[in-house]
């Protein structure tokens, strides 16, 4: 039920590779925001809804929406590694007015409308439940790393979403390349390691070594091999980094 006084921001989004069966209706712990409804309308079209009680601004209405809509495509884009791509408003109802206008969001930030395919995900009820429930938490420093993480996937190269990827584990490491390594080892033991060239004593894992490759003239390094190499791995790289996360704010 719409109250009088309520004003709904719509947004459209593509989220290729999951689908809802039904309508989310979520909270949100900003009292601004009474509720927040998502579903799927057409192939790979996302509609995410924001009921803010009490705001009869545009502008105002639109701050808050355009906030909550880049945490609820985070969120979602780490519970189901489906990038939420070419964010726009759909519309927006203020009370006593109707307006409806489409437009880019998210200033400054390039969002790519395309993405690789993949199978579609139809999350079943337990999977749903506990999605809502993410999307129920307060805001944390844990969606300062899930902007990252997005931003990874959003990424059309290889080597850039293999340097985001590891500069999250570098940030959650606390920007030392040897507890980077302890984090990648936790989460996957069999990994490569080698001796850095840097010191000749210090063991590296193939992650560190391919990064460090990219980011600095090491001797006889072929780039070409490096990034090929890098190509093979960053799937590998995106299921420790989710781990990583996971286990850092417990989600």
Not at 87 to 104: C, D, E, N, V
Not at 145 to 172: G, N, T
Not at 221 to 236: A, C
Request: a neutral charge.
């Amino acid at each position: 039920m719409i109250a009088r006084n309520e004003t709904i921001v719509k947004y459209s989004a593509c989220a290729e590779g999951v689908e809802f069966a039904s309508i989310i209706n979520a909270k949100s712990d900003n009292d601004s925001v009474r509720e927040i409804r998502i579903w799927n309308e057409g192939k790979d079209t996302l509609l995410v809804e924001f009921y803010l009680p009490g705001i009869d601004s545009w502008d105002k209405a639109l701050k808050i929406a355009k906030q909550e809509m880049v945490l609820v495509a985070d969120r979602l884009c780490f519970e189901f590694d489906s990038p939420v791509t070419d964010i726009k408003l759909a519309g927006i109802t203020l009370p006593q007015h109707q307006y409806s206008q489409r437009l880019r969001i998210l200033d400054g930030v390039k969002i790519h409308a395309k993405v690789e395919a993949k199978g579609k995900i139809i999350p079943g009820e337990s999977r749903v439940a506990k999605f809502k429930k993410k999307l129920e938490q307060p805001h944390s420093e844990a969606d300062l790393v899930l902007r990252l993480y997005q931003l990874a996937f959003l990424q059309e190269d290889a080597l850039s979403q293999f340097m985001i990827l590891y500069h999250i584990l570098l940030f959650l490491a606390g920007d030392k390349q040897k507890e980077v390594d302890s984090l990648i080892q936790k989460f996957y033991p069999q990994v490569e390691v080698s001796i850095s060239p840097k010191d000749g004593k210090t063991q590296e894992s193939i992650f560190t070594r391919l990064r460090n490759e990219l980011a600095h003239n090491r001797p006889d390094v072929h780039l070409q091999i490096t990034i090929e190499k890098v190509r093979n791995m960053v799937d590998k790289l995106k299921g420790i980094t989710k781990s990583a996360i996971s286990e850092k704010f417990d989600l």
